[in-house]
């Protein structure tokens, strides 16, 4: 018997389309928001009262994407980027305004995904960062052949950035050598990615490491020292006696905490393999995405209770949150957080009575649409 042959659909060949724009808004990515054939459109690059042409590079049903073009009228806080790479780089998001303007565009955006918790919710402070390039003390680039740079999330090319401006100088040696001597194609074909970064023996260069090999770091060591005290001023007039340190790393938050009280009976738990031989009742191998994982935490701690937990997951939150708190009773909980997207809905899934007693916006991640969130709860 003669098989049919299935009908496959053509699949519709894209195609590039000049728009005209006026852009209404900032969205919490750092792209201008215009209303085309009544949908919105996002175009990085722009802002607020901004006109002009752009080019269409995606669209699906109810929102389009495009690139800026060419700018018919401008904002008022527009200014020349400082880098050269930065219109078509996709590492920075604010440098074509002021740092203020970049620091309003990242206050109402975490204004916007805290409305949607019930709890009411106090003014957000605001600690801007203290240089706005040079700070990243960590970078992770994307080699295609003897090319290396950042990835263009539209044509998917890389794109190089010899000059960039948002590197810690320290590290600079190590990356004008990716670009002057290209030596390292010998070892290295076809596609993957290096990362640089310092470490206390000074610059380690490693290829196609999963990101922050060696162990995670904040990328901005001045506004890094800034969260710390944050957190430590949390706690100081509270009386602390145990403190559970959730995804600890090495303890970055936690270490200032237990310096100026030694009292503190601090546990740290977090997802690190080569730290299970040096496993102690302060610190506990877990990973906390584990669906076993309150269960195994409780076997294996001696606390039943703990009257602060801090918790600084990864961007995609921790959802479990809530079961914790419930389980283990803290007077207080700090939520430090990348995502606030993600940080939102984990706190909204809080039960029994809890007042949210500060909310910060620190600027690890200045020219980015990134920042640091602190959130301070304390339950009845």
């Given amino acids: 018997m003669k098989q049919r042959r299935r009908h496959v659909k053509p699949k519709q060949k894209f195609v590039e389309r000049v728009l005209e724009f006026t852009i209404e808004s900032m969205d919490s990515m750092g792209q201008g928001v215009a209303k085309i054939d009544n949908k919105p459109c996002f175009i990085p690059k722009t802002l607020p009262g901004e006109e002009g042409k752009a080019i269409l590079t995606k669209a699906s049903k109810g929102v389009m994407f495009a690139r800026l073009a060419s700018l018919d009228i401008t904002a008022d806080n527009r200014e020349e980027a400082a880098c050269k790479h930065f219109e078509s780089c996709p590492g920075c998001h604010y440098l074509h305004t002021d740092y203020q303007s ?6 109402q955006a975490l204004d916007n995904h805290l409305k949607r918790l019930t709890a009411p919710v106090p003014v957000v ?14 970078i992770q680039l994307h080699y295609r052949h003897k090319y290396i740079g950042m990835i263009d999330g539209v044509t998917n090319n890389v ?20 670009y002057d001597d290209r030596s390292w194609t010998e070892e290295h ?26 162990g995670f770091s904040q990328v901005n060591e001045a ?158």
């Fill in 102 to 107: 970049e620091l309003l565009y990242k206050h």
């Fill in 125 to 138: 402070k605001v600690v801007p960062a203290e240089e706005r390039l040079g700070y990243r003390n960590r």
């Fill in 159 to 178: 794109l190089e950035i010899p000059t960039c401006l948002a590197i810690d100088a320290r590290l600079k040696v190590a990356f004008d050598e990716l």
């Fill in 189 to 214: 074909e076809g596609h993957g990615h290096c990362e640089l970064y310092l470490t206390e023996e000074g610059v380690s260069v490693e290829w196609d490491q999963p990101y922050s090999h060696g």
């Fill in 223 to 380: 506004m890094n020292r800034v969260l710390k005290e944050a957190v430590l001023n949390e706690l100081k007039d509270d009386a602390v006696s145990t403190l559970l340190d959730l995804f600890s790393g090495e303890g970055n938050l936690s270490d200032p905490v237990v310096q100026s009280n030694d009292a503190i009976d601090r546990v740290m738990v977090d997802y690190a393999p080569d730290r299970v031989k040096h496993e102690s009742l302060s610190f506990i191998h877990l990973d906390l995405f584990s669906e076993t994982s309150l269960r195994a935490f409780k076997a294996r701690c001696e606390h039943k209770q703990f009257d602060v937990i801090l918790v600084d997951p990864p961007r995609k939150g921790f959802t479990d949150l809530a079961l914790w708190v419930k389980a283990l009773k803290p007077k207080k909980l700090i939520y430090v957080s990348c995502n606030a997207a993600t940080m939102v809905r984990d706190l909204q899934q809080l039960t029994g009575k809890f007042t949210i007693d500060q909310v910060s916006l620190i600027d690890l991640f200045p020219g980015t649409y990134h920042y640091e969130t602190l959130v301070s709860v304390s339950f009845e």
